[in-house]
T-cell receptor
């Protein structure tokens, strides 16, 4: 299957700072990337959907000014957690899908980023 | 509002026996279902999927059954192996191929004992 990477794999930051997480599709062009968040013992919750070259679509209850998403190229999307607080500590996972002549392919997930806000 | 439910947080089976993981959904608009396997601190890995036009899909040791009238699906692993120990997530979408928005259950932690 296709490979999706995330960087960093884990990050610790102070409350009030901003953190940027990168999601890259390594061997395919991702027209759409999804950002999920997972709290301990909970399901993956979709935060937003980003299409290359356009604004992200956020799920209900997700603050777009706090979680800035940029999908500037077909292989890179970034999630920036602005003014992070301890309650933002979570596991953030991205997924990517490719558009082919036959339609859309399945989503491939990255390994995730563990964010801890002190 | 949990649209996809995995009511068993954990399951323990002996190596060689069958593992059955269950999943229920409430949204009748879902037409594509997927199972993912996830290890701690890693992203989900796709296992097997099924379209709503089918009631069974098999891939090696993994079989997924879908009962649309009951809004229920299950994943069977036969025979179970210690390497199958992981958290299994059920996911549903309204798009073919799981390319659309996925709604996940909370997962079931499977432990296969040697």
């Amino acid at each position: 299957g296709a490979v999706v990477s995330q960087h960093p794999s884990w990050v610790i930051c102070k409350s009030g700072t901003s953190v940027k997480i990168e999601c890259r599709s390594l061997d395919f062009q991702a027209t759409t990337m999804f950002w999920y968040r997972q709290f301990p013992k909970q399901s993956l919750m979709l935060m937003a959907t980003s299409n290359e070259g356009s604004k992200a679509t956020y799920e209900q209850g997700v603050e777009k000014d706090k979680f800035l998403i940029n999908h500037a190229s077909l292989t890179l999307s970034t999630l920036t957690v602005t003014s992070a607080h301890p309650e933002d500590s979570s596991f953030y996972i991205c997924s990517a899908r490719e558009r082919t002549s036959g339609g859309y392919n399945e989503q491939f997930f990255g390994p995730g980023t563990r964010l801890t806000v002190l | 509002d949990q649209q996809v439910k995995q009511n068993s947080p954990s399951l323990s089976v002996q190596e060689g026996r069958i593992s059955i993981l269950n999943c229920d959904y409430t949204n009748s608009m879902f037409d594509y279902f997927l199972w993912y396997k996830k290890y701690p601190a890693e992203g989900p890995t796709f296992l097997i999927s099924i379209s709503s036009i089918k009631d069974k899909n098999e891939d090696g040791r993994f079989t997924v059954f879908l009962n649309k009238s009951a809004k229920h699906l299950s994943l069977h692993i036969v025979p179970s192996q210690p390497g199958d120990s992981a958290v299994y997530f059920c996911a549903a979408s309204r798009g073919e191929g799981g390319s659309e928005k996925l709604v996940f259950g909370k997962g079931t932690k499977l432990t296969v004992n040697p």
